[in-house]
């Protein structure tokens, strides 16, 4: 078991360097930081001089590896556009962030899962076509189409909620429903597929030959050999609720991390824009390594697997 810990904490480690390294290349590749800080009718001087000063003059190896340094040091830079630390502003953002992510998270899960497996429960029938219906309404509709569609209804044809801003727990109610429609959807049908492939296995069919109860083979038998899959889809979810945030927040006007990453990217801030990225990288990939773990705990076959 520890082998198995170890070996996905250096392929965490890894996959995060790899990101970082992407995002490190790209960013400097797709503009001029000194170009739109300062704007293009700037003198050339005042442009080298702003190069000079945040160390843009420099080869990009140099760069990269100063800030691979940084990083293991605690220091995630400093914005070019409010000169403050780079954490710091990312951080504020955070529990606004959470305000929706949070509830999101706990809607789909609530919802999701259940709808499914009743689904499941009832193949082929008027609520097993519902719940597909909806599932794959709700997972093929983008979720800026969906936000903007939720303000055209609930904001400008009913006028019953707000359609921006954070003011109070109202104005996080049409952002939460954006962002969780769609992982409402895809949890259902995972839910769903799940739940039939087990019931169609040979130990359910003996523990109801046994005489349990259909509660209680459903219970005891499907549901825990059903998660596992479930319990990857959930995962990955997890780790990309910041990420799910960038379209939202932007189209609710919420103050958290998502929109400070549209914004950071508009005006190549670059320490923030890594910063951020960095923490979704870390997000996604200590989700996965939880899921991992979960295997081992769900699955006797895995921890036998890793005994070995």
């Given at each position: 078991?520890?082998?198995?810990?170890?070996?996905?904490?250096?392929?965490?480690?890894?996959?995060?360097?790899?990101?970082?390294?992407?995002?490190?290349?790209?960013?400097?590749?797709?503009?001029?930081?000194?170009?739109?800080?300062?704007?293009?009718?700037?003198?050339?001087?005042?442009?080298?001089?702003?190069?000079?000063?945040?160390?843009?003059?420099?080869?990009?190896?140099?760069?990269?590896?100063?800030?691979?340094?940084?990083?293991?040091?605690?220091?995630?830079?400093?914005?070019?556009?409010?000169?403050?630390?780079?954490?710091?502003?990312?951080?504020?953002?955070?529990?606004?962030?959470?305000?929706?992510?949070?509830?999101?998270?706990?809607?789909?899960?609530?919802?999701?899962?259940?709808?499914?497996?009743?689904?499941?429960?009832?193949?082929?029938?008027?609520?097993?076509?519902?719940?597909?219906?909806?599932?794959?309404?709700?997972?093929?509709?983008?979720?800026?189409?969906?936000?903007?569609?939720?303000?055209?209804?609930?904001?400008?044809?009913?006028?019953?909620?707000?359609?921006?801003?954070?003011?109070?727990?109202?104005?996080?109610?049409?952002?939460?429903?954006?962002?969780?429609?769609?992982?409402?959807?895809?949890?259902?049908?995972?839910?769903?597929?799940?739940?039939?492939?087990?019931?169609?296995?040979?130990?359910?069919?003996?523990?109801?030959?046994?005489?349990?109860?259909?509660?209680?083979?459903?219970?005891?038998h499907a549901l825990p050999n059903a998660a596992v899959p479930i319990v990857t889809i959930v995962g990955f979810m997890v780790g990309s609720l910041i990420a799910g945030a960038v379209v939202v927040e932007s189209i609710f006007s919420w103050p958290g991390i998502g929109r400070l990453l549209v914004v950071s990217v508009a005006n190549r801030?670059?320490?923030?824009?890594?910063?951020?990225?960095?923490?979704?990288?870390?997000?996604?990939?200590?989700?996965?390594?939880?899921?991992?773990?979960?295997?081992?705990?769900?699955?006797?076959?895995?921890?036998?697997?890793?005994?070995?």
């Open positions: 078991m520890i082998r198995f810990v170890l070996s996905r904490l250096l392929r965490a480690a890894v996959t995060i360097l790899a990101v970082v390294t992407f995002a490190f290349v790209v960013l400097r590749m797709s503009g001029d930081p000194a170009q739109v800080m300062l704007g293009p009718d700037v003198p050339q001087d005042a442009v080298d001089a702003f190069r000079k000063a945040w160390g843009l003059d420099q080869p990009m190896w140099i760069q990269y590896l100063a800030y691979i340094k940084s990083i293991f040091t605690g220091d995630f830079g400093v914005s070019m556009r409010d000169k403050a630390s780079a954490l710091h502003l990312v951080l504020e953002r955070v529990p606004a962030t959470l305000q929706l992510t949070i509830p999101a998270l706990l809607l789909k899960l609530v919802i999701g899962i259940p709808a499914g497996v009743f689904a499941a429960l009832h193949r082929q029938s008027v609520i097993d076509r519902g719940v597909i219906f909806l599932a794959i309404l709700g997972f093929t509709i983008p979720s800026f189409v969906m936000g903007l569609l939720l303000v055209l209804v609930f904001s400008v044809m009913l006028g019953v909620l707000p359609s921006g801003g954070q003011d109070s727990w109202m104005h996080g109610i049409l952002p939460t429903i954006a962002m969780s429609l769609g992982g409402i959807g895809i949890l259902a049908r995972f839910a769903r597929s799940a739940m039939i492939e087990v019931m169609g296995q040979p130990y359910i069919r003996t523990a109801s030959a046994k005489g349990l109860k259909w509660p209680e083979v459903v219970w005891r801030d670059l320490a923030v824009v890594q910063c951020i990225l960095l923490i979704i990288a870390a997000a996604m990939v200590v989700s996965n390594l939880i899921v991992d773990l979960l295997y081992g705990w769900l699955d006797p076959r895995l921890r036998a697997q890793t005994a070995h």
